[in-house]
């Protein structure tokens, strides 16, 4: 009888020691779980800016408008950022042995500059990408634009500044950055790409309860 007692005692402090075994390692791999989700949650974070600084940057365009102008001055951007005017070589100085250069001329003045900023600025606002145009439409809008400005270079050819051999390259350089920015807005496109960013960063926030969550910067959940 007293065997029996000890051996169900002994029993019972194996289940004991069983069970206090299996919670420890269930704390370990919550632990774990909490480590893994601590050390993704930043990195998370940080794609959630950089989505935000994409859909800024895609949206942004300005500078496209500034490039086109400074192209048309025969510009080009220097190493330390800023633009300056081409220049090509032309010859040797015999005297000092320097290449000598010239500067390449404009391919426009600013008067028809101008003009080309109030016509391309258009083209390159938020309003035109969030709007829900189709096909037909956007290729209606950039054929009577390029004739519209097709019609002021042949018009004003003795006020712009423009050599005629240089027609079509003006052309070209103005339907290149003309063209992308309606086709964004091509069924709906620019709003059902910003929608679907909006969901993801949703996700990303409803993925565990706020309660149980911190509170970083301006609210942010980390």
Known sequence: MGEMIDKMLGKSDEQKEEKKEDKQIKLMKDQQLVDVATANEPFDYRQ???????????????????KLKHRLRSEEKKKDGSWGTKIFPVGVNKETNETIYNQIPPLANELFIDYIQS?????????????????????????????DIADAMADGWDIYEIEFINYDLVM?????????????ALNDGQRRHDRTIAKRVEAFNEREPSKDRKKGLMGVSI
Do not use: H, Y
């Open 48 to 66: 959630q800016e950089a989505r935000s600084d994409l859909l800024k940057w895609q949206q942004d365009l300005d500078d496209e408008v500034e």
């Open 119 to 147: 016509q391309v600025e258009p083209f390159m606002s938020r309003n035109l990408f969030s709007s829900n145009l189709n096909e037909k439409r956007i290729l209606r809008m950039l054929m009577d634009t390029c004739n």
């Open 172 to 184: 070209r350089l103005i339907k290149n950055v003309i063209t992308p920015g309606p086709f964004r």
